[in-house]
């Protein structure tokens, strides 16, 4: 019930707007006078789902606590478009929308914005019988197909009682509330500033994604109470983490969760001077919010994920698999969790009982039948000078793409010469930045999409130069075997992400193919509609010198065969010589 969630009469809230600055101070009185007009809004609702629409504001404070006030529950719908919205109404079975971007007739301005209230049915949500419900959140599918998860009081509420304890939050703390709504930590934050009556530093998700612009405001306002993911912290500029890790810093707590924990890269920020305190985090959405903590000291290249928090216990299963148990269960697709909650995450208990993380479950994947552990590669090219991070990314069940951050201009050769080959991936794509989703997780889609659009780039006329990079030769070679002329695995898939889109079988299994001891090049051209192909290098090598030319004589009618661009200047007349067209460029034959 609301009642577990104390609300502190010195609770503010500071909003900044998207250019970095102060737009309004909402003090405890205010915000309940808000709280006020929207409970009298939903009162007929009770153990309803009740969804909020609308960007980030003050305002969602205050629906926060009506909803959860009158006894129904929230979730947080992104307002991307009205379509969307409706949507995830429809499939959530929300009974009443707050938004300001879906109109309706029952409206309210509150704290300064026009609020529309959609009332869509009294749908109640049947695991009220069980437990109170506080909040709905999706989960983002690193472990597994996306669920839906109801999550009750006795599962959140651990996590602020042991924080508040554990970090000696007070009421002087300004806790940065930057998180996206849609991802749990976030329910963390306003909860423990409600609850401490901290100050709430309210940061839009546009503003959250400019990294320069984020970091002035957590320096500007003072934020005391900060969480991120590691990826988040490595797109903060290095002036900014200089003073976010200086002596002088008033940053106390900082808890860095959702990935793997950046020793590396703190370490080139951290010195004995440093006074922020900085905490490795780890949890699940299916138990939500965090699981356990672990405080990083300076020096250490590895962290264990830490002790479980107040009424959270852990269990490895024979495959190494962490489970979540303990009274904190929520319900996934409306079912209560079972004893043991599955992380999909791999541990490895030392000798002194510690925990720490392996990587995921699905990190172990086959390529060609030969099976490859994802985090092991990461892990090994993290430890190479000048790279600042990777992900290693299984594609297709075919390959393993490695992406990567760092300083050297030729990262691959670089890799080369420092890491075992069994860990080397089939394709290296270095990246100046990495793209985030709107959880501040590295958005592993987009990575993949960044890696097929420049394989994508290959075009028919290039593939004569591509075999050559190979040592491959269109004319001379068309009868051998690529078995024959030496082809690696390595080299094979390389040359499978730059030639399978042009396939005129768009499903033909190019990798088998290539490592086939009988696939010939002749056959590849043939696969790719250029049968009889010439390479650049020999087609003025390829053509017995003519030393007589007779004009043919009549008329004929003409008509267009075929045609190529040679991308050259041809200042000379075809010629048709024994059925071959000929064309004279300049002083040599093309």
């Known amino acids: 019930m609301i009642n577990e969630l104390s609300i502190s009469e010195r609770f503010r809230m500071v909003a900044v707007d998207d250019d970095g600055e102060r737009s309004e101070t909402i003090h405890f009185r205010e915000l309940m006078d808000a709280v006020w007009i929207i409970r009298e809004r939903i009162a007929s609702q009770q153990h309803c789902l009740i969804a909020i629409s609308m960007p980030k504001h003050p305002t969602i404070v205050a629906a926060i606590i009506a909803i ?9 719908v992104p307002p991307s478009s009205v379509e969307f919205v409706e949507s995830e109404c429809a499939r959530l079975r929300v009974s009443t929308l707050i938004s300001s971007i879906v109109f309706s007739d029952a409206t309210e301005v509150v704290l300064g914005v026009k609020i529309y209230f959609t009332v869509y049915s009294q749908n109640r949500i049947e695991a009220f019988e069980v437990t109170p419900i506080c909040y709905v959140i999706e989960t983002s599918g690193t472990t597994g197909k996306p669920k839906s998860v109801m999550v009750p009081y006795s599962a959140i509420m651990p996590n602020i009682r042991d924080f508040r304890a554990r970090f000696s939050l007070l009421p002087s703390d300004v806790i940065l509330h930057s998180t996206a709504l849609s991802f749990d930590p976030s329910v963390v934050e306003l909860f423990l500033a409600l609850s ?62 959702g990935e793997a924990f950046p020793s590396k890269f703190l370490s080139h920020y951290i010195s004995e001077g440093t006074r922020v305190n900085i905490f490795n985090v780890y949890g699940v959405t299916e138990v939500s919010c965090w699981a356990s903590c672990r405080q990083w000291k300076s020096g250490e290249d590895e ?37 043991w909650t599955p992380t999909g995450d791999v541990v490895e208990r030392r000798c002194s009982g510690k925990l720490f993380w392996k990587g995921r479950c699905d990190d172990q994947i086959k390529v060609n039948g030969i099976r490859v552990n994802l985090t092991e590669i990461v892990n090994a090219v993290e ?6 991070s990777a992900i290693a990314i299984g594609w297709r069940n075919k390959a393993v793409v490695l992406f990567v951050k760092g300083q050297h201009a030729d990262i691959a050769n670089n890799l080369r010469k420092q890491i075992p080959p069994k860990w080397f991936p089939h394709a290296i794509v270095p990246l100046s930045e990495w793209p985030l989703n709107r959880h501040g997780k590295v958005d592993r889609d987009a990575l993949l999409k960044i890696f097929e659009q420049q394989n994508s780039l290959t075009k028919r006329e290039d593939i004569a130069s591509v075999l050559a990079n190979y040592g491959i030769d269109t004319i001379k070679h068309q009868t051998a075997t690529f078995h024959s002329l030496g082809l690696t695995s390595l080299y094979a898939t390389e040359l499978m992400f730059k030639l399978e889109h042009l396939l005129k079988e768009p499903n033909f299994s190019l990798l088998p193919f290539l490592l086939s001891e009988t696939s010939t090049v002749g056959d590849l051209l043939g696969l790719l509609h250029l049968d009889g192909a010439l390479s650049s290098d020999d087609r003025s090598e390829c053509f ?32 048709v010589h024994e059925g071959t067209f000929r064309i004279h460029q300049y002083n040599r034959w093309t």
């Open 68 to 76: 959860l006030q009158s006894q129904n529950a929230f979730v947080y």
């Open 196 to 257: 401490i009556g901290s100050e709430l530093l309210i940061v839009s998700d546009s503003l959250r994604s400019r990294p320069a612009m984020l970091a002035d405001v957590l320096l500007k306002f003072h934020a005391s109470f900060v969480q991120m993911t590691p990826s988040l912290l490595k797109l903060l500029p290095h002036s900014a983490l200089v003073k976010i890790f200086d002596e002088k810093s008033v940053l106390r707590i900082l808890l860095l969760g």
């Open 303 to 339: 962290v264990d994920i830490g002790d479980p928090l107040l009424d959270t216990t852990f269990r490895v299963d024979s495959a190494g698999q962490l489970l979540i148990g303990g009274q904190r269960r929520c319900f996934l697709d409306g079912q209560l969790a079972e004893e």
């Open 383 to 388: 430890r190479v000078d000048g790279v600042y």
């Open 544 to 575: 017995e010198t003519i030393t007589e030319i007779s004009p043919l004589k009549g008329i004929y009618e003409s008509s267009l065969i075929w045609e190529w661009d040679s991308l050259k200047c041809i200042d000379a007349t075809p010629i």
